[in-house]
């Protein structure tokens, strides 16, 4: 059974700090996708990376695939409120399904 | 209007009860899926459906129960729930089968507590 493990568990920050969270697997993946879930709705998806060592932004979001397509990692730049929220990772399982990470939960205060 | 519609949002029953949750998207997706969201625990796929067709039910007991009347719609029948059935159920959608590409579309979920 694939795992993906994220880390830290847990993360509260002050307003302006950089950060970065990681999501590990002992499997190879296709693709690698993040979400973001904020309190009381669901996950929506961030990005998609489908090549090893490849890294994607999203404003002040910076995604990075492994090289050997085995973990990933979202480092986020001067963190705001406005990012607070849970962050899942998911690959391919399968033909028909994705599964998801642990999560970080992430507080940023202002 | 967001892009995946789930009904009630909040939903307490007991255990005797029947109920159903309600999905709707029309996005012109044709996959759809039941998660379920524990605390403390990662997403747990329920369902798949392609194009109206059961493709997954990853071992979901009997007392939950699917049906999708057509691609824009997703039903979950729940009776003689558990307590430990209580969780956010999320609904999802792709425009590609298995959101390889494009991802899930989630709707916000319901929060169901069984007493």
């Known amino acids: 059974t694939q795992l993906l493990e994220q880390s830290p568990q847990f993360l509260s920050i002050q307003e302006g700090e950089n950060l970065t969270v990681y999501c590990n697997s002992s499997?190879?993946?296709?693709?690698l996708q993040w979400y973001r879930q904020e309190p009381g709705e669901g996950p929506v998806l961030l990005v998609t990376?489908?090549?090893?060592?490849e890294v994607k932004k999203l404003k002040r979001l910076t995604f990075q695939f492994g090289d050997a397509r085995k973990d990933s990692s979202l480092h986020i730049t001067a963190a705001q409120p406005g990012d607070t929220g849970l962050y899942l990772c998911?690959?391919?399982?399968?033909?028909?399904?994705?599964?998801f990470g642990t999560g970080t939960r992430l507080k940023v205060l202002a | 209007e967001t892009g995946v519609t789930q009904t009630p949002r909040h939903l307490v029953m007991g255990m005797t009860n029947k109920k159903s949750l309600k999905c709707e998207q029309h996005?012109?997706?044709?996959?759809m899926y039941w998660y379920k969201q524990s605390a403390k625990k990662p997403l747990e796929l329920m369902f798949v459906?392609?194009?109206?067709?059961?493709?997954e039910n990853n071992s979901v007991p009997s007392r939950f129960s699917p049906e999708c009347p057509n691609s824009s719609h997703l039903f979950l029948h729940l009776h003689t729930l558990q307590p430990e059935d209580s969780a956010l159920y999320l609904c999802?959608?792709?425009?590609?089968?298995?959101?390889?590409?494009?991802?899930?579309?989630f709707g916000s979920g319901t929060r169901l507590t069984v007493v």
């Open positions: 459906y392609n194009f109206k067709e059961q493709t």
């Open positions: 999802a959608s792709s425009q590609d089968f298995a959101g390889r590409m494009y991802g899930y579309t």
């Open positions: 996005l012109g997706h044709n996959a």
């Open positions: 998911a690959v391919a399982s399968g033909t028909y399904k994705y599964i």
């Open positions: 499997s190879v993946f296709s693709s």
């Open positions: 990376v489908v090549t090893g060592g």
